[in-house]
């Protein structure tokens, strides 16, 4: 309450929004439209998706994320964030390339080569102490370089929020990963599995607060 006014909860505050804009109740919100096209015309598929995601999470991701906060010293998760990192630098620096960029590929090889050697196979991030500028580019941001529209929202299975343009383009990511050209298929997987749990631990302390 303030100045004498009587309260109102935000939940009142977005139902008189919602009759304002001419909607029944907010589970009509949905349907609103923007111009001719839907805010959101996966709503369904997204908010499954969603809820399927988020389970996963709680269930596997998330435990499996913070045990392996609590076994591994942080110097060694630094060790693999910085790996992965140096990995996906050879991607980066061909996109950058590609959105009429050269400086910054240049630099993003640079990163690589550097990492790769000085920084024991990427485990320690020399590159950064030298004043090498970070970056990070896909072939989605590719994509919007060159023009093609994002399409709508979509979220993805595990790999969460998305855009069509962005979905399209995630074959194109996979295959310049260098992980997938290891042939030894468990050696592979065991990778990926690694990198998806060191990523999720890094953002435990994001998602704790939210």
Request: glycine share 10%; net charge negative.
């Amino acid at each position: 309450q303030a100045d004498g006014h009587e309260n109102i909860s935000v939940e009142d505050s977005v139902q008189d929004a919602a009759l304002n804009l001419g909607l029944n109740d907010l589970g009509n919100a949905q349907s609103l439209e923007v111009g001719e096209e839907f805010a959101d015309p996966y709503e369904r598929f997204n908010r499954g998706v969603f809820t399927f995601n988020d389970t996963a999470d709680r269930a596997v991701t998330k435990p499996i994320a913070r045990a392996y906060t609590k076994i591994v010293p942080k110097p060694v998760r630094q060790c693999g964030a910085n790996f992965f990192e140096t990995l996906s630098m050879p991607s980066t620096a061909l996109n950058n390339i590609l959105q009429g960029k050269p400086k910054s590929g240049f630099q993003d090889i640079g990163r690589f080569l550097v990492n790769s050697t000085i920084g024991l196979g990427g485990c320690l991030d020399v590159a950064t102490d030298m004043g090498v500028p970070k970056h990070k580019e896909d072939f989605g941001q590719t994509l919007a370089v060159w023009g093609v529209p994002s399409g709508p929202y979509i979220v993805l299975p595990i790999l969460g929020p998305s855009t069509v343009r962005d979905a399209l383009s995630k074959p194109v990511d996979f295959f310049g990963n260098p992980i997938g050209y290891i042939t030894n298929v468990p050696l592979r997987n065991s990778g990926t599995g690694y990198s998806i749990i060191n990523t999720r631990a890094g953002l435990l302390d994001t998602t704790d607060l939210l």
